[in-house]
């Protein structure tokens, strides 16, 4: 069985970049249908993922993601503007994708961050999903939470995984 992978934009490749993070998780029971609208309504994030709060999106979007839609989160300490740069349901058999660019502090600055976070959600024979996460990082930010023991970035994206598991679980059980 062949898996899926995410599409990298140019200059966020991992590898060539400060971070590199990548979690994923495959559950029996759910599908992409149950987990797709809980990821695609970023104001929704804060209610499974504690790491996440005062969600906004801009110029009266949403409440669900669209390619070249910008909105505001904050996480791990930072205040991030980010734009969608991949939106793609999950339909017919073929994967849903999402993805931004989230950027904090100025151009040039000591304190920049940029970052590419792309989610694949798809569904498994046997009744099962995959979730898979990565982000790409860019920045002096970026090369310090690379250096950091336990990794933040792994661990955070974790408990993200987790939370949306655990909430798409009980959703499903209403």
């Given at each position: 069985?062949?898996?899926?992978?995410?599409?990298?934009?140019?200059?966020?490749?991992p590898g060539l970049t400060e971070n590199f993070a990548s979690n994923e998780v495959i559950v029996a029971g759910l599908n992409a249908a149950d987990i797709w609208p809980l990821l695609a309504e970023p104001a929704r994030w804060p209610s499974y993922y504690a790491n996440s709060a005062n969600v906004r999106l801009h110029d009266g979007k949403g409440p669900v993601?669209?390619?070249?839609?910008?909105?505001?989160?904050?996480?791990?300490?930072?205040?991030v503007e980010a734009q969608c740069n991949e939106y793609v349901a999950p339909a017919g058999g073929h994967p849903g994708r999402v993805a931004w660019h989230g950027w904090a502090g100025e151009v040039g600055a000591d304190d920049r961050l940029d970052v590419h976070h792309?989610?694949?959600v798809e569904d498994l024979e046997g009744g099962r999903v995959r979730i898979l996460t990565q982000e790409t990082q860019k920045g002096k930010p970026a090369a310090e939470l690379h250096a950091a023991k336990p990794n933040p970035m792994i661990n955070g994206h974790q408990d993200w995984l987790v939370g949306l598991v655990d909430a798409a679980r009980m959703n499903k059980a209403r």
């Open positions: 069985m062949k898996m899926n992978a995410i599409h990298w934009p140019e200059g966020y490749v993601l669209a390619d070249g839609d910008r909105f505001y989160f904050e996480t791990f300490g930072f205040p792309a989610w694949l």
